[in-house]
């Protein structure tokens, strides 16, 4: 676990040193002080160290909108599920941070990013289906809310004089008022 640790924060470093593809894993081996092979049966490769902890994340998730009390709307239970997640991202902030920069900064790793957020998507979804929202409310519930995760984390970056979940009740605040004005528009059709 240790080791695990350590290779992850010398990859961040030399990422933002170097960038992403400048930086090989011998370097991240030497750097955390294993070698090669352990780098190796950490991570399948230099992207995934940067995403170990998205089981973790998934698992939170999961079991949040399983638990969520009965009788909520789904944004509702997406909101607290987030929130659960979002007390994982402020918990290592100290790596969560730089990890975000570096990804927003190399193309490689974005899509790596899009493709773990797709699966978790997913896989809120079917955790929404589980608690019986219906087919296509539970993806567009789920896809609406991970917007929001990702636009309250990303207002997290730039302002972090303000909690995560100060920036996601307000993400999810918006796509309330959102929502609303889309349903007086649909309701006075003429203005």
Known sequence: MEARRRLQQAALELY???????TTTAEIAARAGVNERTFFRHFPDKREVLFHGEAALRAAL?????????????????????????RI???NRPFSEPRLEVIAK??????????????LTEGVADALRQRGVADRPAGLAAHTGWAAFHQAAGAWIDDPSQSLDAHLSRAFDDLRALLTTASLMKACPGS
């Open 62 to 86: 999961m079991q949040s909108v399983a638990e969520a009390p009965d009788g909520l709307q789904p944004l509702e239970i997406l909101l607290r599920a987030f929130r659960e997640a979002g």
């Open 106 to 119: 190399t193309p490689a790793l974005r899509e790596r990013d899009l493709a773990k957020a797709a699966s």
């Open 89 to 91: 991202l402020e918990e």
């Open 16 to 22: 933002r040193e170097r960038g992403f593809d400048q």
